[in-house]
Nanobody, 122 residues
Framework: QVQLVESGGGLVQPGGSLRLSCAAS????????MGWYRQAPGKQREMVAH???????NYADSVKGRFTISRDIAKNTVYLQMNSLKPEDTAVYYC????????????????WGQGTQVTVSS
């Protein structure tokens, strides 16, 4: 079984920065795609950023130029550096891992973290 554990959320003032981390653990052989989604109260979950193994990052238009996603493939970890935060960035941020191959099992699976709260407020 694969687990994703997020960290780094919290309360920050507008214009501030936070860095989210997500570490995947378990009998992982490889992960194709890792990324971040977010869900604000009363809204649908939306993609924030994702990055494929050996690929270029993709961002939602609302975060381009402010957020940076990076990945440590050897550590099965993905990061989200969030700068110039706005109140509308307030949401629960979820880590996701797609196309996960694990030792001893066939086929690929997708996994989600439990979420970490990010609140941007003065």
């Amino acid at each position: 079984q694969v687990q994703l554990v997020e960290s780094g959320g919290g309360l920050v003032q507008p214009g501030g920065s936070l860095r989210l981390s997500c570490a995947a653990s378990g009998s992982i052989f490889s992960i194709y795609l890792m990324g971040w989604y977010r869900q604000a109260p009363g809204k649908q979950r939306e993609m924030v950023a994702h990055i494929a193994s050996g690929g270029s990052p993709n961002y939602a238009d609302s975060v381009k130029g402010r957020f940076t996603i990076s990945r440590d493939i050897a550590k099965n970890t993905v990061y989200l550096q969030m700068n110039s935060l706005k109140p509308e960035d307030t949401a629960v941020y979820y880590c996701t891992a797609s196309g996960v191959l694990t030792y001893g099992t066939r086929g690929e699976s997708d996994y989600w973290g439990q979420g970490t709260q990010v609140t941007v407020s003065s």
